[in-house]
């Protein structure tokens, strides 16, 4: 069984936005909106299927009661406000203090914002995006808000005086990505047509495909738990920083060609230098099971 769709029908109007956006905003929110609450029991089934029935209560739990931004994926006019492009069921006074609050650059993208439990969300109802943005949702775990302290798939951000300080989000956003894809096909499986788009993530691809594979399925438990902790016990704290490390430079370099508009570049010295460490974490794991299995014994 899957817990009934939850998102509310109803929206609010935002009269004092008006303008000639406005009813075209209000169409394509009101497509969009139904969409997924129409797809939502078959994206939970997907999430269900792609992280194990274990996690079911988990997931359901966490899918219920979506607060979501929708905006308008195009490019914004001269002269225009965020607030033309962006709609929600959540009141206009709520976006309003958001608004207040974020960089508005926030709401003209994708995105998962965890310390106010928000999805911002395409109105072309980019199923890509969304699956992606809900998998960032599913892995978020809140460990303080005051300071700011999050744990996301295996990214950490603590705030400090200069800012919010992220560790391996590059490395997450990749495998992200993905999750993503194999989610995807989860939805394609369940019967749900799907036009799939490209991300900036997948650059980075070759660089963790034997990282991700080796160690799916603790992926997947680490992302549902937020126990970084254990799972680098698992693969060996100094291959993980040693690796960590390497894909933070690569794919600092990456993201500055793309931003450059020059095509990203990985040879295959990058893969090989970056597989090698997962070998010794491939080897770590081995060890420390034969030196557990022995001890049973
Ligand atoms: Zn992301």
Redesign the pocket.
């Known amino acids: 069984m899957i817990a009934n769709s939850i998102i509310s029908k109803k929206y609010h109007k935002f009269e004092k936005w008006g303008g000639d956006n406005m009813s075209s905003l209000q169409e394509k929110f009101t497509s969009a909106n139904s969409r997924l609450n129409n797809e939502l029991n078959y994206i939970i089934q997907a999430f269900i299927n792609f992280y194990g029935k274990k996690h079911r209560d988990y997931i359901v739990s966490v899918l219920q009661d979506l607060k979501i931004i929708w905006y308008e994926d195009i490019k914004f006019k001269e002269g225009s406000e965020i607030s033309d492009y962006i709609v929600s069921s959540l009141s206009e006074d709520q976006i309003n203090a958001y608004l207040k609050k974020y960089n508005k650059k926030c709401f003209s993208q994708?995105?998962?914002i965890d310390e106010i439990d928000v999805l911002v969300l395409p109105l072309s109802y980019d199923i890509t995006h969304i699956i992606?943005?809900i998998?960032?949702k599913v892995s978020s775990h809140i460990l303080s808000l005051e300071p700011l302290k999050i744990i996301s798939g295996v990214c950490t951000s603590v705030e400090k005086d200069i800012g919010v300080i992220q560790e391996n989000s590059d490395l997450?956003?990749a495998i992200?990505?993905k999750m993503t894809l194999e989610i995807l096909d989860e939805l394609r499986k369940l019967g749900l047509e799907i036009q799939y788009s490209t991300?900036w993530?997948e650059n980075m691809f070759p660089l963790i495909n034997l990282f991700y594979e080796s160690f799916k399925e603790i992926l997947k438990d680490t992302y549902i738990s937020g126990d970084i902790v254990s799972f680098i016990k698992i693969i060996g704290a100094e291959n993980y920083s040693e690796f960590s490390q390497r894909i933070f430079m690569k794919g600092f370099r990456l993201k500055r060609s793309l931003i450059k508009g020059e095509i990203p570049i990985i040879t295959e010295e990058d893969v090989k230098e970056i597989e090698s460490i997962v070998t010794f974490m491939q080897n770590f794991t081995c060890e420390a099971k034969t030196s557990e299995d022995k001890r049973k014994i």
């Open positions: 994708s995105a998962y992606h943005e998998n960032h997450n956003e992200n990505q991300s993530q």
